[in-house]
């Protein structure tokens, strides 16, 4: 995901933690930030406002203000009406009770259509269903090579006409084939054509009248930004379509364009487009584009999951000690086991906001990292683990080969670990994206 | 849902021009003030420019406001145009592509960008207009991945009637590209332009095959190609600044040509990607036909920003 943005609700969520009770203003304050997150992820900055404006309504609400870590309640307030908002479940396309099942797919140039119609081929196929795909784009150069090839791949049949027939007549035409065959899906893949192009809209008018299809998918980019609304404002208003497939999400677009459709439009998103072939195509998920959207990772199975394996109180006193600067190697090694506790490093590091997704994809996180550490502790004394100070050369080539490690180990390890405590020294909260980061840097 | 309903409403008025929303603004004000900045904060938010540009923006005409006591809402808007302007006063390149010259032969252009945002119809347009400038251009298609892409370049270099080098489908594009600029020297080609297939900017394996394509040319001799535009589609929001970073990173782009600016997307990511990154839009593609393609001119951007 998205570093910079993640990073903005990072601050955010700092913010929130660190107030005890939230007062009016600070929640104004925090939703500011998530405004912004909301733009810098393309939502339409209208949608964006009413968005805002509801969650205030909400979380200046009584039950934030009991809530014993109100901070965490705003960021779910967040996270849950834009859930809502963005369709609570997943929903499927309309079957028709009697097949074939017409499906047409429409949108802007270079939208992924024609990829789309591939993708769902395959998808219903795969469903043990008998597809056919349409290629009704006469214009675009190499558009129907390009259908036959993707058909081909998803093992289909395609149907189209070479010559300058009216795409009207071509659906029509393809219905028949079909019933023939007998397919009980028949995919349409129309041109690409711009919103505002009346002619154009009315072919797809044209074609709507004459077949009928059951369902009308909506083919967008998932990087489109603002101009989203008017796109899917005017393709609704010609065809009243069904549904919204959204596309190029394998990138690290927010799209937060899905927002801004959804909203002017009032339909679902069914699907997503996760890459370039066939088989990257996922049912939506309103609860994961909302954490993209705000480019939160997962943290709430952070918070959840940090929560149990924490205990509260053991949290407090290595808050103390800390704070003391009596924190020892002893406490490093009990608070190593309870973050183990809570699932594998890469998983955790992964739900961290600023940290998951893109940003440690090409680092591959050494789970072995963990076992050196502890093993280079256990081969301390005891008075090293309390007294590091006292670790001189001798001690640390020792320590190293106790512990099967280097001495440049060894050395990284007493410098991150007196970083460390000055770092948590200063903070007035356990801070566990902190802690992971200084744990992350012992590899 | 309620609020489905009430945003909806709201949202039919987006199509009015924003000029026009200004001045309904500015009527009745006789000075500047927060809710008229709030109200150029919203247009400008609509035109794709991002948060911190809009920031940046609205903090300098505030400045400009203080410093030249202009408090007249009627300054706003030539303020605004100003403003956005001067981000593309600073280009260091004339606008446009450059006339290859014969001491340079071949001028090879290298085509990048996401998928699906007009490279190869952009590539169409710019053979044509090559060819009617006199030139002899060569078309490498060097997409073979995308299915019908070889093909698809095939009939633009027919439409432009210009000559085109491909290999199979699932052929290694940087050796499509190294025949081509054989091919191109050994038939005193003017210009070659090189069409690759459309790649999220995220994805490592791709960027390392597009690296591959250009280090590939550059051995064959130093300052090849000449130009690497990346084709930017103008509906793109917020994410046209990550695809002009990583492959500004990958392959030094020398310009961008922005695309399907005749729909109601205003492009305004370019103004912030010019501003951080300091690439210059070079042209702009503003249809389907082949003819569909101008040089960017800053002024008449500003001007359609606001339209
Ligand atoms: N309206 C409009 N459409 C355009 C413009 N430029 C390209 N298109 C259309 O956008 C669609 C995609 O264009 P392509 O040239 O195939 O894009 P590409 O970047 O080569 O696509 P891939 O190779 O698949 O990544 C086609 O339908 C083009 O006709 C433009 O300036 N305006
Ligand atoms: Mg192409």
């Known amino acids: 995901m998205f570093q910079e943005l993640t990073g903005k609700l990072e601050t955010v969520f700092k913010k929130l933690r660190g107030y005890g009770k939230l007062s009016e203003k600070n929640i104004q304050d925090s939703l500011r930030e998530v405004r912004r997150a909301l733009l810098e992820a393309d939502v339409h900055y209208k949608v964006a406002r009413q968005f805002i404006a509801r969650v205030q309504e909400k979380a200046i609400g009584q039950d934030v203000f009991k809530s014993i870590t109100p901070g965490q309640q705003v960021i779910r307030v967040v996270y849950d009406e834009l859930t809502a908002l963005l369709g609570g479940t997943a929903r499927d396309v309309h079957f028709s009770p009697v097949p074939p099942t017409l499906i047409m797919l429409v949108g802007l140039q270079g939208s992924g259509k024609t990829t789309a119609a591939g993708k769902l081929a395959r998808y219903f196929r795969q469903k043990g269903r008998k597809a056919l795909l349409v290629a009704a784009d006469i214009y675009r150069p190499a558009a129907i090579d390009q259908a036959e090839i993707l058909a081909r791949s998803a093992g289909v049949p395609c149907f189209h006409r070479r010559e300058g027939t009216d795409p009207v007549d071509i659906c029509v035409e393809a219905i028949s084939f079909g019933q023939q065959e007998g397919c009980d899906v028949i995919l349409f893949d129309t041109a690409g054509r711009l919103h505002i192009d009346d002619e154009m809209m009315n072919e797809l008018v044209r074609i709507k009248k004459k077949i009928v299809p059951h369902e009308i998918l909506l083919v967008a980019d998932g990087m489109t930004g603002q101009d989203a609304v008017n796109m899917a404002g005017q393709f609704q208003a010609h065809l009243e379509f069904d549904g919204i497939l959204l596309t190029k999400l394998d990138g690290d677009a927010r799209g937060g364009a899905a927002l801004s459709m959804l909203s002017v439009t009032g339909k679902p998103i069914k699907f997503v487009s996760v890459g370039e072939k066939l088989d990257a195509l996922e049912r939506f998920h309103p609860d994961r584009m909302a954490s993209r959207i705000l480019g939160m990772g997962d943290i709430l199975s952070l918070v959840e999951k940090a929560e149990k394996a924490i205990d509260e109180e053991r949290a407090k006193e290595f808050e103390e000690k800390l704070r003391k600067e009596s924190f020892t190697f002893e406490d490093f090694l009990e608070q190593l086991d309870q973050i183990k506790g809570m699932g594998s490093l890469e998983h955790i590091l992964g739900m961290i906001p600023g940290m998951g997704g893109n940003v440690f994809k090409n680092l591959s996180v050494d789970e072995t990292a963990f076992t050196r550490i502890e093993a280079m502790i256990r081969s301390m004394t005891r008075e090293e683990r309390w007294r590091p100070e006292i670790i001189d050369g001798s001690r640390r080539r020792r320590i190293a080969a106790g512990s099967g490690t280097t001495v440049q180990e060894v050395n990284r390890l007493l410098k991150q670990f007196s970083m460390m405590k000055k770092m948590v020294k200063n903070l007035s909260k356990m801070n566990m994206k902190q802690f992971g980061k200084s744990l992350f840097s012992f590899r | ?307």
Do not use: C
């Open chain 2, 1 to 307: 849902m309620g609020i489905v309903e009430r945003l909806r409403e709201g949202l039919q008025q987006t199509r009015q021009n924003l000029i026009g929303r200004i001045t309904d603004a500015i009527i009745g004000r006789s000075k500047i003030d927060d809710d008229l900045m709030d109200e150029v904060e919203d247009i400008l938010l609509q035109t794709d420019v991002g948060v911190n540009m809009v920031s940046k923006i609205i903090d300098n005409i505030r400045d400009r406001i203080d410093k030249e006591s202009a408090n007249a809402p009627e300054r706003i808007v030539p303020f605004l145009k100003d403003e956005i302007r001067s981000v593309f006063m600073t280009e260091r390149a004339p606008a446009g592509p450059l006339p290859p010259s014969s001491s340079t032969r071949p001028h090879v252009i290298l085509m990048v960008g996401v998928n699906g945002t007009g490279k190869t119809t952009t590539i169409g347009k710019l053979a044509y207009r090559y060819k009617n400038q006199g030139n002899k251009v060569l078309l490498a298609a060097a997409d073979t991945f995308r299915a019908a892409a070889i093909e698809q370049l095939e009939i633009w270099a027919d439409r432009a009637d210009v000559d085109i080098v491909s290999h199979q489908m699932g052929a290694d594009p940087a050796s499509v590209a190294f025949d081509s600029f054989k091919a191109a020297r050994a038939r005193e080609v003017d210009v070659l332009i090189i069409d690759t297939a459309g790649r999220l900017q995220t994805k490592v394996n791709l960027m390392e095959e597009v690296k591959k394509i250009k280090r590939v040319l550059t051995k064959q001799q130093e300052g090849i190609p000449q130009e690497t535009l990346m084709v930017l589609d103008a509906t793109t929001g917020q994410n046209g600044i990550s695809q002009a970073k990583r492959f500004h990173e990958a392959l030094n782009l020398t310009g961008i040509v922005l695309t399907k600016l005749d729909g109601t997307a205003k492009g305004g990511i370019v103004v912030a990607i010019k501003d951080q990154l300091n690439i210059p839009v070079t042209m702009i593609g503003i249809g389907e036909n082949i003819e569909d393609l101008r040089d960017f001119d800053p002024e008449e951007f500003v001007d359609a920003l606001f339209g």
